[in-house]
């Protein structure tokens, strides 16, 4: 059974930096395999609304949303089977809990996509 388990959040001050990690285990396939994405919800809103963030491919390629792509970077290392998200430059606009999302073959476009797999989020609360 496919585990998804992101850590790394917590409290940081406006203007700090983070890195969150995600670690899969359980795959029947080499985790080299799995597109990756990080997606966030803020409190209040539903699952459909999560917000996509990043996406990095069995190839490295990344793309980012446009609201973060200054700030943020996602990168990977299959040999520790995890991918991981920096975050520089933290606002209270990125208060919110951090998913990642795994699958081989993701369905919809990349803003819109859907993941077989997702972890249980971990919380960034950005404040003063």
């Known amino acids: 059974q496919v585990q998804i388990v992101e850590s790394g959040g917590g409290l940081v001050q406006p203007g700090g930096s983070l890195t969150l990690s995600c670690t899969v285990s359980?795959?029947?396939?080499?985790?080299?395999?799995?597109?990756m994405a990080w997606y966030r919800q803020v409190t209040g809103k539903e699952r459909e609304e999560r917000e996509w963030?990043?996406?990095?491919?069995?190839?490295?390629?990344?793309n980012y949303a446009d609201s973060v792509k200054d700030r943020f970077t996602i990168s990977r290392d299959n040999e520790k089977n995890t991918i991981y998200l920096q975050i520089d430059n933290l606002q209270a606009a990125d208060t919110a809990v951090y998913y990642c999302a795994a699958d081989r073959n993701p369905g919809g476009t990349l803003t819109k996509a859907t993941y077989d797999y997702w972890g249980q989020g971990t919380q960034v609360t950005v404040t003063s």
């Open positions: 963030l990043a996406f990095i491919s069995t190839s490295r390629e990344a």
């Open positions: 359980g795959t029947n396939s080499p985790f080299s395999w799995y597109n």
